[in-house]
């Protein structure tokens, strides 16, 4: 239940403090559950990274890098953790995403309901802002995308509408150049 938000604040801690996060500024890393805890943890990484961790002196600060990564809202973003994430990193890479397959349907419409019911974050509601940002991610616009923010607040839909759902997916999968980029000489990027 609480590991998870640890092993992602862990992992990509590991990630800054050894610079694979600054030598590879091009990969798009998504990270699950707003980052866990790497809202609480941003300042103390940017302590150890730019005194004791032997990281490059000239490389962004943690918090810097860690405002480049995206971030999906899934499990219980609010009423605390998405606040504290916005005051640290920003809405700017904001990503939907719920845990409707691990989790059981009583508790995803909890989820959902809190979601529905936050303060806005921004000029805009958090379903329409985080499906720009999937835009801005795979380099769209968001009516290319072709969502609507009614498919990122209603409740799970019936078996037709997530095969449909599973479809769209999958096109974005297949358009978005965040998940293939284009290759260098070598064949691979970053």
Known sequence: MLEFLFDIARTISDLLLQGVLARRPRISWILTHGGGVLPLLADRMELFRAHVGGGAVDAPSAVQQLGLLWYDVAGTPFPRQIPAFDATFGTERLLHGCDYCWTPIDAVLAQVATVDSALQLSATSLPHLTTGNAGNLCGTGHEQLGLTT????????????RRNGARRRRALHHRCPARHPRSGPAGRDA
């Open 150 to 161: 009614a498919v990122a607040t209603t409740a799970p839909r019936s078996a037709p509408g």
